[in-house]
């Protein structure tokens, strides 16, 4: 299916309706996804999905038995979320393990609302244990950085990816929705990230080789003689 440039929008506007109707926390991060998507990535889209595009509209057909599973397989990889986790798509990432990655949501509940991604396809009751244990060192660092009232920990998921959502709990706001800034995302990035300790090593290193250099220079026998 060969999609022209009217069609796409077409397609695009009622895939909107559709994602809009999901009980989901990150529907607005999905909307904005499709939003992106060019002829091309859009059939892609509707394939790994299963979603036919007629006249009447989208439809999207149940997935069962071997076809299924093998449909299934072929979809993590390009399932939204792994991308995100695999940096295929741009994210505000502010910390990571082997297992997981945490991430700014772009359409945030509350200032500093924080998504746990999985990296690997599997389901909330596989979440790995290093994603639940990240989720609550971003808590105790949303609660020491942005001091609000409560933090909320809660699980979702979203075409069989799953996810944990960090939402901080502010006095007297109520929890809403709403486009973040560009610069207000790049802020709380420097403020949450977890900083590489690395390049303290490479500096604790380079002084322990001058220490030492100094040393050596200090055993060497001085000459003294005059240069007419």
Known sequence: MAFTPEQAEEVKKQLLIEVDKLPNENKEQIKEYIKKLDEKGLEEFLKKNKIKYTETGISQEPIGGEEGEERKSQDESKCIFCEIANGVTPSYK????????????????????????????????????????????????????????????????????????????????????????????????SKLETKKRTSRKKESKEKTEKSKKQEDLSKLPKINFRIP
Not at 126 to 148: G, T, V
């Open 94 to 189: 502010i910390a990571e393990t082997k297992k997981a990655i945490a991430v700014l949501e772009i359409n945030p509940l509350s200032r500093g609302h924080v998504i746990i991604i999985p990296t690997t396809h599997t389901t909330v009751e596989k979440m790995p244990k290093s994603a639940l244990s990240l989720a609550q060192k971003i808590a105790k660092k949303l609660k020491k950085k942005l001091k609000p009232e409560d933090i909320k920990i809660e699980t979702s998921s979203f075409q069989g990816h799953p996810m944990i959502n960090v939402i901080p709990l502010y006095k007297n706001v109520p929890l809403k929705k709403t486009k973040a800034e560009e610069n207000e995302l790049k802020k709380l990035q």
